[in-house]
């Protein structure tokens, strides 16, 4: 089993930055693709970002492209998204995944064996 567990979530205005971090234990994290979801009020989990094992493949959402930078550092087994040029449209419970997932299909969140608590991002208007 790998344990993960987010921070850095909070209350921003639009155009603000927060930089998440999740946490890994229990399981070698350098082995895992890690991926980011959110999943909007209402709504379905989405595909926010990934990053594969050594950081060489970096992919992301296109609502999130250039404003979001997603990172890992395999020494501290975390994973990071800086987000800036935050929107309300950003608003979500954000989540960390990770899983043996093959690059062609790292937006599929049930391929992702392990998944945090979630952390809660808000944009003010």
């Known amino acids: 089993q790998m344990q993960l567990g987010e921070s850095g979530g909070g209350l921003v205005q639009t155009g603000g930055s927060l930089r998440l971090s999740c946490a890994a234990s229990g399981r070698t994290f350098s082995m895992y693709v890690m991926g980011w979801f959110r999943q909007p009020p209402g709504k379905e989990r989405e595909f926010v970002a990934a990053?594969?094992?050594?950081?060489?493949?970096?992919g992301y959402a296109a609502s999130v492209r250039g404003r979001f930078t997603i990172s890992r550092d395999n020494a501290k087994n975390t994973v990071y998204l800086q987000m800036n040029s935050l929107k309300p449209e950003d608003t979500a419970v954000y989540y960390c995944?990770?899983?043996?997932?093959?690059?062609?299909?790292?937006?599929?969140?049930?391929?992702?064996?392990?998944w945090g608590q979630g952390t809660q991002v808000t944009v003010s208007s």
């Open positions: 995944a990770a899983g043996a997932v093959d690059w062609s299909v790292v937006q599929i969140p049930r391929k992702y064996a392990y």
């Open positions: 990053i594969t094992q050594s950081g060489g493949n970096i």
